[in-house]
């Protein structure tokens, strides 16, 4: 392994066991610093690489880099990759912050992560979909818009209008959020089975049905993409399916999490 | 790490290197360090998107209200095969027609493209 140069802060990628190769020379860092290593720790290694301590970070190339120094280190070997921006005052810090206090939880958890991979699996409503099934399930939305509809300027002057109008939108907005929960719960559970964890998250915009990411054994990856391609089909027309991945396992770092 | 491969027509398989991805994956998950011991380090600055729309204001609901009374549901019929072939073909998340959701959520992808564009006004101090 290559052992860092003590001295100024140090930017941290994250942690994978002891025994894994370090990136080479070829793998550029974040900001202009120098080349990527490893500070080992027990059964343990951070990969970091040396920072300006007055450099600004969060260019898109700092991004990139950040992905894809952890994306060579999934290559070869698990990883608990860091969010972005984690900077510790020096090598020594790495050490006595990081590394020896949490020798035996990273160690633990790059057990569990070892031979499993991240795919993040996202669904789009497809046009107005959901609209139309709020419309059609739910009593009050079609009683309110079929005396709206009549009406020139449903969002306008008229006072008595406008609070229907907003009475009308606040109920599709319940409404959608219901539908979005059921959906992600949908999602979660219907790939569940050929996951070793999973991870729901708020849907972030109106659009999104559902947005779930799933710890999968490369051993299981057929059975969960064939799995998620079925649920495609069975959605078509009504949410489109996005799958993401391989990735490294960004939403399965965390050691406050319990799963497995 | 692996690239996409060809969908089988029911799944999209986008590459995870798009800038896009990378943002979503490295700004909010992940393993983070102290943040005592990460503040405690002066002059780096860190770029945070929150893309997330607040759903509760009239604004969004005049929107959302406006969409339903959009809904023609004459249309509501079983889409033709000329349709469902188009879809297919297009192969994208993006349909060739925008949503009504779409339309609503506007405002936050276009900050968010606007972010892509130009990280400076996207900058500001985490906590």
Not at chain 1, 42 to 49: D, K, N
Not at chain 1, 103 to 127: C, I, K, N, P, S
Not at chain 2, 92 to 108: H, P
Request: aromatic share 4%; charged share 25%.
């Amino acid at each position: 392994m290559t052992h860092a140069s003590r001295g100024g802060p140090c930017y941290v990628y994250g942690i994978v066991p002891a025994a894994a190769p370090v990136p080479g020379g070829h793998v550029a860092g974040v900001g202009k610093a120098g080349h990527v290593a490893a500070v080992p720790c027990g059964r343990v290694a951070a990969i970091i690489s040396p920072l300006a301590a007055d450099q600004p970070l969060g260019t898109p190339a700092d991004l990139r880099a950040h992905a894809s120094v952890v994306d060579v280190l999934a290559q070869s070997a698990a990883v608990l990759p860091m969010q972005f921006g984690g900077v510790l005052a020096d090598e020594g810090a790495v050490l006595a912050e990081l590394l020896e206090p949490y020798e035996a939880e990273f160690a633990e958890r790059l057990d569990m992560l070892a031979g499993h991979d991240q795919f993040t699996v996202r669904g789009r409503y497809e046009h107005d979909a959901p609209l139309r099934e709020i419309v059609a399930e739910e009593p009050g939305v079609m009683r309110l818009r079929e005396r709206l509809r009549g009406k020139d300027d449903a969002a306008g002057q008229d006072p008595a209008s406008r609070g229907e109008a907003i009475r009308l939108g606040e109920l599709v907005a319940r409404a959608l959020e219901l539908k979005q929960a059921a959906d992600t719960r949908t999602l979660a559970r219907t790939l569940a089975p050929h996951a070793a964890a999973v991870v729901e998250h708020a849907p972030a915009t109106p659009g999104t049905a559902a947005d779930v990411a799933f710890l999968v054994a490369r051993t299981h990856r057929g059975d969960f993409e064939q799995a998620a391609e079925e649920l495609g089909r069975a959605w078509r027309d009504r949410i489109r399916l996005r799958l993401t991945g391989p990735l490294a396992p960004y939403d399965f770092a965390s050691l406050q999490q319990r799963w497995g | 790490m692996a690239g996409a491969r060809p969908g089988q027509g029911y799944l999209d398989r986008p590459r995870p290197s798009g800038l896009a991805e990378v943002i979503d994956l490295i700004l909010d998950k992940g393993l983070v360090i102290d943040i005592y011991v990460r503040v405690s380090l002066v002059g780096i600055e860190l770029l945070t998107i929150d893309a997330r729309i607040v759903i509760a204001s009239v604004d969004t609901y005049l929107r959302f209200a406006e969409a339903v009374n959009r809904l023609d549901l004459a249309q509501n019929g079983p889409k033709g095969l000329p349709d469902l072939m188009g879809s297919l073909a297009e192969g994208g998340a993006r349909s060739k027609t925008k949503g009504a959701l779409e339309g609503v959520a506007e405002k936050a992808e276009d900050a968010l493209t606007g972010h892509h564009g130009n990280g400076e006004s996207a900058r500001r101090e985490r906590r």
